[in-house]
Nanobody, 116 residues
């Protein structure tokens, strides 16, 4: 079993920054490619960024490209998402999970709210 705990969200003004963290515990050997997902009110959950176990990254969201950076620390079993130049449309609950995701791994997520 794997346990993922997201943190670092909050309320920030447009143009601000946040750093999200995803701490993994348990059978982390199942965690190869990891991703950050987000779900805005009334919208489907989408994959924002992903990172392989060796650090190869990809920003999957066109709106996030150039503003978000994903990274990981395999010693700390933690995946990060740096959010810069935040916009109101980035408001969502942000989750981490494998890519592709496993239903049993979804955590509570962390709320990011960007005010205009």
């Amino acid at each position: 079993q794997v346990h993922l705990v997201e943190s670092g969200g909050g309320l920030v003004q447009a143009g601000g920054s946040l750093r999200l963290s995803c701490a993994a515990s348990g059978d982390i050997g199942r965690l190869n490619v990891m991703g950050w997902y987000r779900q805005a009110p009334g919208k489907r959950r989408e994959l924002v960024a992903r990172i392989s176990s060796t650090g190869v990254t990809a920003i999957m969201s066109n709106s996030a490209r150039g503003r978000f950076t994903i990274s990981r620390d395999n010693v700390k079993n933690t995946v990060y998402l740096q959010l810069n130049s935040l916009k109101p449309e980035d408001t969502a609950v942000y989750y981490c999970n494998r890519v592709p995701p496993w239903d049993n791994y979804w955590g509570q997520g962390t709320q990011v709210t960007v005010s205009s």
